[in-house]
């Protein structure tokens, strides 16, 4: 099986690449990736140069899709930007890459009659707004959408397109709609990252608000698990929702983080707020775990625990990246 990863050199795209070619043997990969702030070939270090061929090119681009798209069995679609507050400051790039990029590539698929068996597009729990704290009601797959952020609009927008591609033209599609991910390789600028970052540094640890914005974690592993099962198991036109079972607060984030390094919890820093910051996501991913026999392995203890002992052991590939923030 030939799979054109798009965006397989960011973070849960290098994950995937490295969880797919050690449990696939016969498969190869194209992986086509921009390169922008957020991906790096340091990413792909130590993977089978053999089974990749890598193309920097840019999703939007039509010349550098057809070519990357050539003779693949599956295209699983990562690209995109993804940080919500790039998406408050600056849109513009978000509509561009997430929802054009993502129509130019459902167009270079749909032309390949009979070539694509599946495209499968990553997405993410925003698209689907915000929940209470007092509730204790969860996203799942017949939750409406209702996206709160520039960035979860242009993600809504983008899964749109994929099912009306499938409804439209039949093109044989599948969606997962993932919880916030954390683990090895992820871009300083996210929250787990910034957080061991700072506390390594004994630098104060900017949390919003009150710090009780919750979130539902997964680990990258367990979302490479579950888009695996997605493609190989998954239902032609369906989507499902991945969660961790995690749910916790910023502030419980920054406590455990403190903890494995030995700080102490007055670098806890409180911030103004983002601009209309969602208060809480949680995934039911009760159908995921009927249909496709897949459920998240990491406990999140042992899941941050990891992760902090990665971002300790590996500086060189990610100070570089905190410095030009």
């Known amino acids: 099986m030939k799979l054109l990863v798009t965006g397989g050199a960011g973070f849960i795209g290098s994950n995937f690449v490295r969880y797919w070619l050690a449990h696939h043997d016969d498969a190869s990969m194209v992986v086509l990736d921009s390169l922008t702030y957020a991906g790096s070939k340091a990413n792909l270090k130590g993977v089978d140069a053999s089974r990749i061929a890598f193309i920097r090119g840019d999703i939007t681009n039509t010349a550098a899709v057809k070519f990357a798209m050539n003779d693949v069995d599956v295209v699983v679609h990562f690209a995109a930007e993804s940080h919500v507050d790039r998406s408050i400051a600056d849109s513009q790039i978000f509509l561009k890459t997430n929802i054009l990029g993502t129509h130019a590539l459902l167009e270079e698929a749909r032309r390949r009659e009979g070539q694509i068996i599946r495209f499968h597009h990553i997405s993410t729990d925003e698209v689907f707004g915000a929940?209470?704290?007092?509730?204790?009601?969860?996203?799942?797959?017949?939750?409406?959408?209702?996206?709160?952020?520039?960035?979860?609009?242009?993600?809504?927008?983008?899964?749109?397109?994929?099912?009306?591609?499938?409804?439209t033209y039949g093109l044989p599609i599948t969606i997962t709609n993932c919880s916030n991910n954390y683990g090895p390789y992820q871009h300083p600028e996210k929250f787990i990252p910034t957080a061991i970052a700072a506390a390594l540094f004994d630098k104060p640890i900017p949390v919003y608000g009150d710090g009780l914005y919750t979130r539902d974690w997964i680990h990258v592993e367990d979302h490479c698990r579950g888009i695996e099962a997605a493609i190989l198991h998954g239902r032609v036109g369906e989507t499902y929702c991945l969660g961790g079972d995690a749910e916790r607060t910023n502030l419980e984030i920054c406590r455990g983080v403190l903890?494995?390094?030995?700080?102490?919890?007055?670098?806890?820093?409180?911030?103004?707020?983002?601009?209309?910051?969602?208060?809480?996501?949680?995934?039911?991913?009760?159908?995921a775990k009927r249909e496709l026999g897949w459920q998240p392995r990491w406990k999140f203890e042992d899941g941050l625990k990891e992760t902090v002992g990665w971002y300790r052991m590996n500086r060189a590939l990610w100070l570089p990246r905190l410095k030009q923030l």
Do not use: W
Not at 135 to 162: G, I, M, N, Q
Not at 261 to 271: A, E, I, N, R, T
């Open 131 to 167: 929940l209470s704290l007092s509730e204790s009601r969860k996203f799942d797959e017949t939750t409406a959408y209702a996206p709160k952020s520039p960035y979860a609009a242009s993600k809504a927008a983008s899964d749109h397109l994929v099912r009306a591609y499938f409804n």
């Open 259 to 287: 903890a494995l390094l030995g700080k102490p919890p007055s670098l806890v820093s409180h911030v103004k707020d983002r601009l209309g910051h969602d208060r809480r996501y949680a995934i039911d991913s009760s159908k």
